[in-house]
């Protein structure tokens, strides 16, 4: 747009813009303050649903009332250029898309259908198709209201149940390897920004050289928060790279990342200059120098790191993550602690990054005494 800011769009086979999934989109993206990457994972699940309509014959204004068929043409239509347009599924076939990825693209046209209704874009029935009504009994317990009375909800009809996958944490061993399956002071300084600041790749791709205040009196910076400690702002950046928080935040760094800061300011130094872009992390080995990395090419860099290494599992960056949040409760730091660290603002969402270490769990176990002892502490 002539402000710079960007969302994606759905076009048909003419290359002509969908004007009901332009309008829901751009109001995504402008009135709701949601990320480009959000647009683009909404604009591919209602491109799916459209497609759908087109090679089936059925009006998209209408077509919710087969939402069941859709879902099965998700799980078995290749997403290749819609090349297949027939499949038939034998014995023991994979499907093309799970559970995860299928809920996802309901979850888009859900939205889409909803925003059409709203706009008297399609008939007001369409709701009802989508939704059912339900109680938030199911609802966690955090979620439910403080007068504890029965409340009532729209819940989605059309979901699939998902497999229920954890996400493991890094371990110590196997960051140390990758630390020294470094080759540059740039790429130590990113895998220390992952797994000992908690950053997420987002965060790290998005950070600006002025974020990083590493004086212990930043007071002349105009900054009363004490110590090295390095802000995550949300911006709109030209890598792509977004803070899912909206608000600004700051966060603590160690020695260790401040030792590497200095380290990785050499090597640009010696490479670009005193000059280029104000990204903290740009390319060194490979145009166009100078630019901002991406966050894909953070996780790209943790693969190959952990390939590098000889690890016996692939590692993605938000496992390293959780192995920043372990780290800080093994440590003996608590909840509210881990949540401030990650940035999260509901104390519930920090209890998934725990992975206690199997040490504390013993621990924890021989702390609990036994019969014997506690018969003889009542004889006594």
């Known amino acids: 747009m002539p402000s710079g800011t960007r969302y994606w769009t759905v076009v048909d086979d003419d290359l002509v813009v969908m004007e009901s999934a332009d309008r829901f989109l751009r109001e ?3 009135a709701r303050d949601r990320a480009e990457s959000t647009t683009k994972s909404y604009a591919e699940g209602v491109s799916l649903f459209l497609r759908w309509c087109v090679r089936t014959g059925r009006d998209w204004r209408t077509a919710v009332r087969d939402m069941g068929l859709f879902m099965l043409w998700l799980k078995w239509t290749p997403g290749d250029g819609g090349q297949h347009v027939t499949v038939v599924p034998g014995p023991g076939s ?4 799970g559970q995860s990825r299928i809920n996802k693209v309901l979850t888009a046209v859900r939205m889409f259908l909803t925003h059409a209704v709203v706009n008297k874009a399609v008939p007001a029935w369409v709701l009802e198709q989508l939704y059912e009504l339900g109680d938030d009994r199911d609802l966690p317990y955090e979620a439910r209201g403080e007068n504890g009375g029965l409340r009532y909800r729209l819940r989605a009809r059309h979901r699939l149940q998902e497999p229920e996958t954890d996400v493991d944490r890094a371990s110590d061993e196997e960051i140390v390897a990758m630390f020294l399956a470094c080759r540059s002071a740039r790429d130590r300084l990113i895998l220390l920004l992952l797994a000992r600041v908690g950053l997420r790749r987002g965060q790290t791709a998005g950070l600006h050289r002025t974020d990083l205040h590493l004086l212990m009196d930043s007071r002349s910076l105009g900054c009363a928060v004490e ?7 949300r911006r709109q950046n030209e890598n792509n790279a977004w803070s899912k928080r909206r608000a600004s935040v700051w966060f603590p760094v160690d020695f260790l990342v401040v030792q590497a800061f200095d380290q990785y300011a050499v090597e640009r130094f010696e490479l670009l200059g005193a000059g280029g872009s104000d990204f903290l992390l740009v390319n060194l080995f490979r145009p166009p120098y100078g630019s901002p990395v991406t966050p894909d090419a953070i996780g790209e860099l943790v693969e190959s790191l952990a390939r590098r290494a000889g690890l016996d599992r692939p590692i993605s960056p938000h496992m390293c993550r959780h192995a920043m949040a372990s780290n800080v409760a093994d440590a003996g730091g608590s909840l509210d602690e881990v949540q401030a660290l990650l940035g999260q ?4 969402s920090a209890r998934p990054y725990l992975h206690p270490k199997a040490a504390r769990l013993r621990e924890a176990v021989e702390r609990v005494p036994s019969p014997r002892q506690l018969s003889e502490g009542e004889s006594r």
């Not at 994979?94 to 898309?97: A, D, E, F, N, S």
């Not at 603002?345 to 519930?348: I, L, R, S």
């Open 227 to 233: 110590g090295a400690h390095l802000h995550v702002v």
């Open 345 to 348: 603002k509901n104390p519930a």
């Open 28 to 30: 995504l993206r402008l």
């Open 94 to 97: 994979k499907p093309v898309r």
